[in-house]
Structures are given as structure tokens and as C-alpha cells.
């Protein structure tokens, strides 16, 4: 039995310090926020069905207490591992390649994947302004805990605050399409006959949440939610 569990932590140790491991973990906690991300988009898309809907949305993810600490940590887990798995093989990446490029060669990389680099750290400084503007209430002046539509639509009437959403949100949307093909790579789903099929899937994924995330301060901004 011990035997066991050492040869477990032994592999898992394995995993995480080669590169292909990094990768992934990365695709694994990539795919777990994706999956948050969707469900987030849909739950929040419920402000276009007024005030009783969203905040009945809000209380139900409250409700569910114990449960909603364990997502919470494990989201927590997921983001942790994400970004110290970038890091890791961006230096690996630098260590490689000690000297620049005379020409930068960006003929093979696609635009999506020359903004991972800078498009992961706004979005993590974005989320961490998000949960204090709209969880904690913190960078919210006029927060209002426990309505969270009143705190959706006043959060929005505010231009800049509108604004910063939107961009980041398109950035959001831009690092999810490349990194949802990077997925498909790294777990060995592609496959030169899938490539079109999987790229689509990406840019989709990428559509739907930039779209839907961006309608919500455009919605307020343009005073069609109120
Ligand atoms: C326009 C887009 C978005 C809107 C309108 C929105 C709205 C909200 C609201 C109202 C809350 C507080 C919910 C509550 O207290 O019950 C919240 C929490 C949260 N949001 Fe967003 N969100 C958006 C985009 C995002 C994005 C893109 C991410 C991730 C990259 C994200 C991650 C989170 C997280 C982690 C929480 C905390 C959840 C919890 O622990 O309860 N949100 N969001």
C-alpha cells in the first residue's frame, strides 16, 4: 500500500516538474475555469431578466454554503496552479532562448498567442478588482450587499468602470481562444484532421463568452438595463 502511494506521489512529482506535465496542468485548470467561466456568463446573462431573477440566481449560490466554499477553494486551486505553471514555462521558454531573435519570428505564432503573455496578467488583475467590486464591495461606492443587480447596474452607469470590463473581457476572450486550441494540444486531442474542427471550437468558445460578458456593461451603458 505504501508502496503505492509512493510510486502515486512519485509520478506526480514527475508530472509536474517536466515540461509536458506543466502543460498539462495547465490544460487540466484551464478547462476547469473555462468551465466556470461559461457557467458565470450564463448565471450573470439572467440581468437582462430583471432585478427577481438575478438576485434569486445570487441566493441560491449562497444556499448552497459548505458547497460553495469547496468550488470556491477549488477554483482558488485551479487559478494558483494556472498561473505558477505559466510562469514556470515562460522561464523555461526565456532560459532556452537566451538570446532575442534578430528578426522576431511571428510568422508560425497567431496573435492570440503573442497577447498570452500579457493578457493573462490583466486578466488577473482584473479579477482582482471584480471580486472587490462587485463580492466584497470594496471598489464599489455605492455596494449594496446582497442586491446584486442594484450592484451590476450602478457598478456599470459608470463609464470608465464600463469600460475597463469591456476590455478586459475582449482580452478574456482572446486569451480563451488560444488557449483552448493550447488545451487540445497539450491533452493530445489534435490531431492534423481534427485542426480546423478544433480551431472553430476555440474561436467559438471565445465568440460566445466575449460576446456575453461584453453585453452586460454595453447593455447598461447604452441605459437598456436600468
Ligand atoms: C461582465 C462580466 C461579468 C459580470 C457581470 C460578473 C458579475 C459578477 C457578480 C455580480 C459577482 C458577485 C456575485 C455574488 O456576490 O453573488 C461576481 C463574482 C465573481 N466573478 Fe464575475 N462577472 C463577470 C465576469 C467575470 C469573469 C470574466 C471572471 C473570471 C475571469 C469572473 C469571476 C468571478 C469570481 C471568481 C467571482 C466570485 C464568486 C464567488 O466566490 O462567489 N467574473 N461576478
Not at 171 to 183: C, E, K, Q, T
Amino acid at each position: 500500500m505504501s508502496t503505492l502511494v509512493a510510486g502515486g506521489q512519485k509520478r506526480t512529482a514527475i508530472l509536474y516538474q517536466s515540461v509536458i506535465g506543466k502543460k498539462i496542468i495547465m490544460a487540466v485548470t484551464g478547462f476547469v475555469l473555462c468551465g466556470f467561466v461559461a457557467g458565470h456568463m450564463v448565471g450573470n446573462l439572467q440581468l437582462f431578466a430583471g432585478p427577481e431573477k438575478l438576485n434569486h440566481y445570487a441566493e441560491l449560490l449562497q444556499s448552497l454554503g459548505g458547497a460553495l466554499w469547496a468550488i470556491r477553494g477549488a477554483l482558488l486551486l485551479a487559478v494558483g496552479l494556472h498561473i505558477a505553471m505559466a510562469l514556470q514555462l515562460t522561464k523555461l521558454k526565456w532560459e532556452a532562448r537566451p538570446t532575442a531573435y534578430v528578426k522576431k519570428a511571428s510568422i508560425a505564432s497567431s496573435y492570440a498567442s503573442r497577447t498570452m503573455i500579457w493578457s493573462g496578467p490583466i486578466i488577473g488583475a482584473f479579477l482582482i478588482y471584480h471580486l472587490l467590486h462587485f463580492t466584497t464591495g470594496q471598489a464599489h461606492p455605492e455596494f449594496v450587499r446582497g442586491d446584486v443587480y442594484r450592484n451590476v447596474v450602478t457598478g456599470f452607469q459608470n463609464p470608465a468602470v464600463a469600460l475597463f470590463y469591456m476590455v478586459a473581457n475582449i482580452l478574456l476572450a482572446i486569451h480563451l481562444y488560444h488557449g483552448v486550441w493550447s488545451m487540445f494540444q497539450s491533452l493530445g486531442v489534435a490531431h492534423p484532421r481534427y485542426t480546423p474542427m478544433l480551431k472553430t471550437v476555440a474561436k467559438g468558445y471565445g465568440y460566445v463568452i466575449g460576446i456575453g460578458n461584453v453585453s452586460m456593461p454595453l447593455a447598461v451603458l447604452a441605459g437598456l438595463v436600468k
